[in-house]
């Protein structure tokens, strides 16, 4: 996948703020890819997985899941099982408002993931949460079905496609 957020945000200048929105710069790079996009899941749990590991048992080609943790540094919603799983399923990337766990184990498995930070403790699991609906974070809202481009230098997200993924 070849992108550059910078070259992407300078191509769609009209649209910055519009249809097209910068995340703050708050999360950390984990994962084997640095690049990754796609069409955006939403979940938004407290300290409880269990829909994490719902939506990546769920074919994820193209898509990536946006959890909104309610920026808890008290537990970790992603772990390296997890993160194997969204491997085997496809998904392209995680962005989490929150904590993942099993970072160097996360960082050599072939999946985007931007976190706040690292925990080593894992999470309840009630199965409480909220699918498909709008989160907001970062300055953003995510939309389920808007698309969402994720580099070194940032992440974006669009109201539409901005390029082939």
């Not at 269990?50 to 772990?79: Q, T």
């Not at 199965?127 to 079905?145: C, E, S």
Request: aromatic share 8%.
């Amino acid at each position: 996948m070849t992108f550059k957020t910078p070259d992407l945000c300078d191509e769609f200048e009209a649209e910055l703020g519009k249809t097209l929105r910068v995340v703050a710069p708050m999360f950390k790079h984990y994962g084997g890819r640095q690049r990754f996009a796609g069409q955006i899941v939403t979940l938004k749990i407290f300290e409880d997985n269990s829909l994490v590991r719902e939506a990546f048992a769920e074919n994820g080609k193209g898509k990536v899941l946006v959890i909104d943790g309610g920026g808890s540094l008290r537990c970790a919603l992603v772990g390296d099982q997890l993160a194997i799983l969204a491997q085997k399923n496809g998904w392209e990337g995680a962005v989490v408002y929150g904590c993942i766990r099993d970072s160097v184990d996360i960082n050599a498995i072939d999946i985007g993931v931007r976190a706040l930070n690292t925990h080593p403790q894992k999470s309840i699991k009630k199965g409480a949460g909220d699918k498909a609906i709008a989160v907001t974070f970062g300055g953003v809202t995510f939309n389920p079905d808007d698309w969402l481009y994720a580099d070194e230098d940032g992440i974006l997200v669009s109201t539409k496609a901005l390029i082939k993924v």
